[in-house]
């Protein structure tokens, strides 16, 4: 199915450990993002990927680490789990449209981290 | 920081109701977007309103843009239950990123 899809859904682990979020998309779209969403915070960028093997920092990237070695693909990884890690992760990507970016976002991970 | 703040932060209105969203934001835009999320899901774009446009329509939705006064409003007419979600407004301020700012969003409550 074409679209946007994270994996897992739900994922429970230790504080220190290391957690990959996946996502990946069918459209073949060059601009690709990680958001937290936490109550009182709305989104907040991570990191995002302007295409293949270019990423950048958002707003609150200490603690992750992303790469993107295909397009279709752009996991985030939590290198030492922490407590304030805990929150949900939505996966986006762009589309050019007429008079701007729209982003599609994936249903997101909830990640609790104990 | 975010570039949008919304007001109010949260709203309750019966069925067939409007419902109006306020966005505020700080620097220059391209354009402003709003997308909705509803509960447990992924945010789904609904409009877009570029720099230069004053008002956008989409259905029932009705988006305004002052950037005199860098806000924007989302009006949503005759109000049904399955609007119930979170509004969420998104500013591009730069140019060939793709990246978008997001206010904390307003909740919407619609009651039957």
């Known amino acids: 199915d074409a679209g946007i899809t994270q994996s897992p859904r739900y994922k429970i682990t230790e504080t220190g450990r290391q957690v990959t979020l996946m996502c990946h998309q069918t459209w073949s779209h060059s601009y690709m993002f990680w958001y937290r969403q936490d109550l009182g915070h709305g989104l907040r960028l991570i990191y995002y990927s302007a295409a293949a093997d270019i990423t950048d920092k958002g707003e609150v990237p200490d603690g992750y680490v992303v790469s993107r070695s295909k397009t279709e693909n752009f996991p985030l990884t939590l290198e030492s789990a922490t407590r304030s890690q805990t929150s949900v992760y939505f996966c986006?990507?762009?589309?050019?449209?007429?008079?701007?970016?729209?982003?599609?976002f994936g249903p997101g991970t909830r990640l609790t981290v104990l | 920081s975010q570039q949008g703040e919304e007001d109010p932060q949260a709203l309750s209105i019966q069925e067939g109701e409007n419902a109006t969203m306020n966005c505020s934001y700080k620097t220059s835009i391209n354009n402003l977007q709003w997308y909705r999320q509803n509960s447990g899901r992924g945010l789904v774009h609904l409009i877009l309103i570029r720099s230069n446009e004053r008002e956008k329509h989409s259905g029932r939705l009705r988006v305004t843009l002052d950037t005199s006064k860098k806000s924007s409003s989302l009006l949503i007419t005759a109000s049904r239950a399955a609007d119930t979600a979170s509004y969420f407004c998104a500013t591009d301020a730069t140019s060939n990123t793709g990246k978008l700012i997001f206010g904390q969003g307003t909740t919407l409550q619609v009651k039957p």
């Open positions: 986006a990507s762009s589309e050019e449209l007429a008079g701007g970016p729209r982003q599609f």
